[in-house]
């Protein structure tokens, strides 16, 4: 199905639908996409503490969801996330392989599902409700990272929230405040043309 840019935006579809339709579009998308997540996380600024930095990725992985769609969301996740594994240096800080905070882009791959499927919805389209996808996006972040870390570095649940929790909240609420004016100001650019 081929959408043109300058037809008025229908629920069902996401940003990246409004692209003329091809392989080749979808498979730059997802290209793209994990390049732009790996490209955010060498935004990176340690915190004390913690084995886990503050990075531009996750709020990367959350925008490559929501304006791609779940399914090439996925698939964009899931690249960046085997090519680090294979030794892209491109996680947190130039960083590849398995780490203490390789769970948060696992988390970040189930995210990008949720977050996409949620922008089909129309999860996008508006400031309260994009901040609400991206609150539930960090939220299942944070379900699979935290976990992870606590087992990977040997720590106990408390000291896995104070350490990959816990410093985070504050940033993660400016990344959803940005979102909510990137999203809908992008759908109602569209929508003018």
Request: glycine share 14%; charged share 10%.
């Amino acid at each position: 199905m081929s959408a043109v840019a300058a037809a008025p935006a229908r629920t069902g579809q996401v940003l990246a639908d409004l692209l003329p339709s091809s392989r080749v579009r979808d498979a730059a998308l997802v290209i793209g996409g994990a390049a732009l997540t790996g490209l955010a996380a060498q935004i990176a600024v340690p915190v004390p503490g913690s084995p886990v930095p503050v990075t531009g990725q996750t709020f990367a992985a959350l925008l490559v969801g929501t304006a791609l769609g779940a399914g090439r969301g996925v698939l964009a996740l899931a690249l960046y996330a085997l090519a680090g594994i294979a030794g892209v240096p491109w996680f947190a800080g130039g960083g590849s392989g398995f780490s203490v905070s390789f769970g948060y882009v696992l988390g970040m791959l189930l995210a990008s599902a949720a977050v996409g499927a949620l922008a089909r919805r129309g999860a996008d389209r508006s400031a309260w409700r994009t901040a609400g996808t991206m609150l539930l996006g960090e939220a299942i972040i944070y379900a699979v990272g935290v976990p992870y870390l606590a087992l990977a570095a040997d720590m106990s649940a408390s000291a896995a929230v104070a350490a990959g929790l816990t410093p985070f909240l504050i940033g993660d609420a400016l990344k959803a405040a940005l979102a909510m004016g990137v999203l809908p100001t992008a759908w109602a650019f569209v929508n003018k043309r």
